[in-house]
């Protein structure tokens, strides 16, 4: 899978479980809630840097690229634990 496929993926991945979780999140414990908030606000940080690096992805470092991807997984796996959790 090419770099942009990758992080176009991720990023669709992202808003899924968000968009999933936000649904949820007024039934959620406080805590989760909590971890929630700080979770989406790492979200809006991240959203325009790996949209924008999806479309320029042939002109960005491979680094920069891994890096994104990096961060973006790890607020992936938040949202994948934080919807376990509410299960």
Do not use: C
């Not at 414990?29 to 690096?53: G, I, M, N, V, Y």
């Not at 042939?58 to 997984?73: N, R, T, W």
């Amino acid at each position: 899978m090419e770099l942009d496929e990758k992080l176009e993926s991720l990023l669709n991945d992202l808003r899924q479980y968000r968009d999933e979780l936000r649904v949820q999140m007024h039934l959620a414990r406080a805590e989760l809630r909590d971890e929630f908030e700080e979770l989406e606000t790492q979200w809006e940080k991240l959203q325009p840097r790996l949209e924008s690096a999806a479309r320029d992805a042939a002109e960005a470092g491979k680094e920069a690229l891994d890096s994104l991807a990096e961060a973006g997984e790890a607020l992936l796996k938040g949202f994948k634990r934080i919807r376990d959790d509410l299960k």
